[in-house]
């Protein structure tokens, strides 16, 4: 359903070129669980913007359920991006000035949904990773923990197809971290595909398969018996 | 989409209250300043438009080839032309003169007119005026007054000013006009004058019929048989009513043939006409409105540019905060232009806040605004749409180029930038922020230095550009008797008097050459035959003001004196520029016997020609008789008792109140004696009150830039305290890994300080070279004028280094000051 044909991404400045991809190749099937591991520097994020259609690659195909996306414009990415991608983020990057059913809300306002939908997928959503009674609260008012299910349910209100989280559990301690994770492989059970980058093993082993970059390149791809 | 904009943006807004009031505050100061000259400006082109078809109405004028190709334009007319039109033209509906009448008018213990500051409140017109001139009526029917003699409309003003009420008909005023009493009847009452019409009426407010036997209007139709036809040239206003519709263009080609038929025209003067709403603006006739206009609305316009500048840089710093929500919305597919809108809408919440309370602020400062410019702004934007469109126009502008900046940039960031990348973002903005802050402070400083050389020029000019002494100098526009010269002496409070015609500042009738001109020529050495400046004076005069003479000797008694009635001194004084246009070397070269002129025919009338000037007994420094930015003329000073019409006294300056009783008890005891006809009252002023009158207009714009500058300054700091913010948030990183690496606060806060002062200094070093030329240029326009300030300069760079400096000192010291791990874990 995803598939990644060669990719490359090289990054330019007036002296120095970093191939943060050299030829990467991946297919990732629908419902499928990925996690994406490597030291720093060896091209996660790269490969997971180019994933998210946050960035295009500068050589190689990428079939986005079916679309080869890889020469398409910022304009027909952000279309896409539209409802097909739900994004997790380390930081949680929550607006401050939203409340928390705000938050969660801006997943769906750009596709001219109705309030009345809106509401309803807010509330199901909030329901789901079990914040609904926080729902007036402002970001600082929110533990760690409490800010990262708001961007799960952020990330998973638009029923995306794809679902990419970078290192979600990075700033959570162990029990929240657990929470989180717990939340991602329920969400992939009921049919999301979930790419995950993480540094911790024991979060990787959560996922079916596990492919380690170093350098911009595969290194190895580790297949669990689920 | 829209509530989900408005949430996070009031949220935004309210979480930073302070930035968010002072970039409307600081908005707001711009608009209001911008509006009050808008409506200063508006003002100066509906002059006379409160008279009813005043698009019909024209005002004849006369224009004169004056010396250098130059021609002198007045409203003045010669009498007669009025009928002569009324015949001539076909398209006139109506035509009247007026002309402004002297003399004071008595009510109980109220008199007006007398002190010279005062304005004569009286016009006498033709008696179907207001048929041309169709004015509000309260009260009577001034068409119907003014067929009488003796009979007067009033505006309300002088109504309420004389009797208390608003319909005084029937009620009745004395006049004393030139030794002529005169009871004159209230027959109507009209509306007041508003102040934008004061070049037709001038704040008079006495209508009085051109029928009454004492009026200048009447005595032009009816000469006095007794004496021949008085000397001044008669002259009245005159007013014409066209058929509507009907343009000027057959009146103007006509009125040159008219012209021929007039009593002492001579060929080269034209007639002319203007319409009456357009003398105002017309620099022929008001030489100083396009240097008015020009710079209310360059100040205005410096001041809405930097509260503009400093509006943007409030709104990026603030909106630089937002990159993560940029960031998120982008992720969720938000277009572009959806965030453009939400930092544009923004923008227009911010802008109508600062319009509202501009319009507010506006309303607050107008009438003071009015009462200093002498301007009839009105601000009524309930009654006026267009003036409400404008204003919401203004708004949408301003919103679109304050809005613009921060909605293009910051829209235009990629998610991935928005989240990631924030720094490379905001680092970028920063740079133009502190080029904007440059920008206001180049602003500031060129306005500071020109309020500066205003200042300094202004009292070098009421000072030093005078050179004499005219403290505690009173001056009597009166005749000059022996007799009363010798009573006024002996008055306790008076050390010294002096007789002069005109006085040393000049008479009304002083003009461009700095003293009153007089046509007549003096011949130089090498025969050449050049204009001087004549000024009348006694053998006391000068010393009076302290004038010390350079070479030779002052005028005698000997000049001067009951002896010698009937003749004028043969000696004179010359000043330094006569001295020199002569073509002596040193003042005491120029002493002695020489030919300046054979005969002196426009001396005295009916006296002995044949007395010419033929020696020079002294030289005196050049002083200034006028504004500095005259050049002093070549003068020369006579004496001729036949011609003083001014005394001068100098007073000791205690019991200043009873002194001046004693002058006028004086005055009256000796009226009549001295060859002065027992006019009303007696007119005085302190020399000091003329200078500043004189300077008065460099005053008001003295205050104006000060006031524009203040406004500069804090609009400035406001703009600096937006930059701090930005820094400090931009910079914490930096701090922290400084600090971390060893650095002290001192250290930062040198770093900060530093940062601070950059735009300052860059804008102080782009300001000078401008201001100076501006300056430079300005200061040309003055005969007498300062050297350049120089010391102004570094003196204005530290001012406003100092007081930046100080607004943000605060700020910086509390980013230096915090610990490295908070500043570290800032991002």
Redesign the interface.
């Known amino acids: 359903m995803l598939k990644l044909e060669n990719v490359s991404k090289i990054y330019r400045t007036a002296e120095v070129e970093t191939h943060a991809l050299g030829g990467v190749s991946l297919e990732v099937e629908a419902g499928e669980f990925l996690a994406i591991m490597g030291p720093s520097g060896c091209g996660k994020s790269t490969l997971l ?1 180019i994933l998210g259609l ?2 295009s690659p500068d050589s190689g195909h990428y079939w986005f359920f079916g679309e080869d996306v890889a020469r398409y414009s ?2 027909q990415l ?2 896409l ?3 097909g991608v739900g ?1 997790v ?1 380390q930081s949680f ?7 928390v059913r ?2 969660v ?7 001219g949904m109705g309030g009345a939908e809106r509401r309803r997928r807010v509330a199901a959503a909030l329901e789901r990773v079990g914040l609904s009674h926080r729902a007036r609260h ?1 970001p600082n008012q929110l533990s760690g923990g409490q800010q990262q299910r708001v961007a799960i349910a952020r990330a998973l209100v ?1 029923e995306p197809k794809l679902i990419l989280a970078d290192e979600p559990t990075g700033n959570l301690d162990t029990e929240n971290g657990a929470a989180v994770m717990e939340m991602l492989t329920e969400i992939n059970r009921a049919g999301t595909t979930v790419i995950m980058v993480t540094h911790s093993l024991v979060h990787a082993a959560q996922a079916r398969r596990t492919v380690k970059l170093l350098d911009g390149r595969v290194v190895s791809e580790t297949l669990l018996a689920a | ?1 829209f509530r ?1 904009a408005l ?3 009031l ?2 807004l309210l ?1 930073g209250r302070l930035y968010a009031a002072i970039a409307v505050f600081g908005l707001a100061v711009g608009l209001c300043a911008a509006l009050l000259a808008a409506l200063y400006i508006r003002s100066q082109y509906s002059f006379e438009h409160f008279i009813v078809g005043y698009q019909d109405v024209y005002q004849v004028t006369t224009i004169t080839p004056e010396e250098g190709g130059h021609k002198g334009y007045s409203v003045t007319t010669p009498p007669q032309l009025a009928a002569l039109m009324k015949q001539r033209f076909p398209e006139i509906t109506s035509v009247s003169r007026m002309a402004f009448q002297g003399g004071t008018l008595r009510r109980g213990d109220l008199e007006l007119g007398g002190r010279e500051a005062e304005d004569a409140p009286m016009i006498a017109v033709d008696p179907d005026f207001f048929s041309t001139v169709p004015l509000a009526v309260l009260a009577g029917d001034p068409l119907a007054t003014l067929a009488l003699p003796n009979k007067v409309v009033l505006t309300r003003e002088f109504a309420r000013r004389f009797f208390g009420e608003d319909s005084p008909l029937g009620g009745t005023l004395e006049a004393e006009i030139g030794g002529q009493y005169a009871t004159l009847t209230v027959g109507a009452v009209i509306d007041d004058i508003p102040l934008n019409s004061t070049r037709l009426f001038e704040g008079a407010g006495v209508f009085v019929s051109g029928e009454s036997a004492w009026t200048r209007l009447y005595s032009y139709a009816h000469p006095p048989q007794a004496t021949p036809q008085s000397r001044p040239r008669p002259y009245a206003r005159t007013l014409v009513r066209l058929q509507p519709g009907s343009g000027p263009e057959s009146l103007r080609m006509g009125l040159s043939e008219l012209a021929q038929q007039l009593p002492d025209w001579s060929a080269a003067e034209k007639l002319d006409l203007i319409r009456i709403d357009r003398i105002q603006t017309d620099p022929n006739y008001n030489w100083s409105i396009t240097t008015d206009i020009l710079a209310t609305a360059g100040l205005a316009l410096v001041i809405l540019l930097i509260a503009g500048v400093n509006f943007v840089n409030l709104l990026t710093a603030r909106s630089g905060s ?1 990159a ?2 940029i ?9 572009r232009w ?1 965030l453009a809108l939400q930092f544009v809408g923004e923008a227009f919440l911010h802008v109508t806040a600062a319009v509202v309370l501009a319009v507010a602020m506006t309303e607050l400062l107008l009438p003071y605004v009015k009462a200093f410019l002498m301007a009839d702004a009105e601000f009524d934007y309930w009654k006026e749409p267009a003036l409400l469109g404008w204003l919401l126009a203004g708004t949408v502008l301003i919103t679109l180029l304050a809005g613009f900046w921060p909605a293009f940039v910051l829209s235009r960031m ?3 930038g928005a ?1 990631h990348g924030t720094r490379l973002a905001r680092a970028r903005g920063g740079f133009l922020r502190q080029l904007l802050v440059a920008v206001q402070f180049a602003l500031l400083v060129a306005l500071i230095l020109r309020t500066g050389a205003t200042y300094l020029q202004r009292h070098f000019g009421m000072e030093q550009a005078l050179r004499f002494d005219t403290d505690q100098v009173l001056i009597l526009n009166t005749g000059c008797s022996p007799g009363r010269m010798a009573e006024l002496r002996k008055l306790a409070g008076v050390l010294d008097a002096a007789c002069s015609l005109p006085h040393l500042l000049g008479g009304e009738g002083a003009s461009a050459g700095g003293s009153y001109r007089t046509g007549i020529e003096i011949r130089t050495r090498d025969g050449r035959k050049l204009p001087v400046a004549l000024v009348v004076i006694d053998d006391r005069m000068l010393q009076l003001y302290g004038v010390r003479l350079l070479a030779g000797r002052g005028l005698t008694a000997d000049d001067f004196g009951e002896g010698v009635r009937g003749r004028h001194s043969t000696r004179v004084l010359i000043n330094e520029s006569a001295m020199r246009v002569l073509g002596f070397d040193s003042p005491a070269a120029a002493l002695g016997p020489y030919p300046l002129m054979e005969d002196t025919p426009w001396l005295s009338e009916g006296r002995s020609a044949g007395a010419g000037f033929d020696e020079i007994a002294g030289v005196v420094p050049d002083f200034s008789m006028a504004k500095a930015n005259h050049r002093i003329a070549p003068t020369v000073f006579y004496a001729d008792p036949q011609q003083f019409t001014t005394i001068s006294l100098k007073l000791n300056g205690s019991d200043v109140p009873d002194t001046l009783a004693a002058i006028k008890r004086v005055w009256k005891n000796t009226r009549g004696r001295g060859g002065d006809a027992p006019v009303g009252e007696l007119s005085y002023v302190f020399y000091d009150d003329r200078v500043q009158r004189m300077y008065y207009p460099m005053l008001a714009e003295e205050r104006i830039l000060g006031v524009m500058s203040l406004v500069a300054i804090l609009l400035a700091l406001l703009g600096m305290l937006g930059l701090a913010a930005s820094a400090a948030d931009q910079r914490t990183r930096e701090i922290g890994i400084r600090k971390a690496l060893g650095a002290t606060t001192g250290d930062v806060l040198r770093l900060l300080l530093l940062q601070f002062s950059r735009p300052v200094m860059w804008g102080n070093l782009v300001a000078w070279p401008v201001a100076g030329w501006l300056i430079h240029r300005w200061l040309d326009g003055f005969a007498y004028h300062i050297d350049m300030p120089l010391w102004l300069f570094p003196a204005t760079a530290f001012a406003t280094l100092l007081v930046a400096l100080a607004t943000v000192g605060a700020h910086a010291v509390r980013v230096a000051r915090a610990r490295p791990v908070a500043a570290l874990r800032h991002e």
Do not use: C, W
């Not at chain 1, 990057?93 to 409340?99: E, G, I, P, R, T």
């Not at chain 2, 960031?327 to 277009?335: D, F, I, Q, T």
């Open positions: 913007n946050l960035d910022e304009k952000t279309q991006r539209r409802g994004f983020f990057n929550l607006v401050d000035d939203l409340n705000e938050n809300e801006v997943s769906l306002l750009y596709r402002l638009g | 989409m989900s949430a996070s943006t949220r935004h979480r937002r993560l929500e960031g998120v919305r982008k992720l969720s597919g938000a277009g959806t990629s998610p991935l989240i």
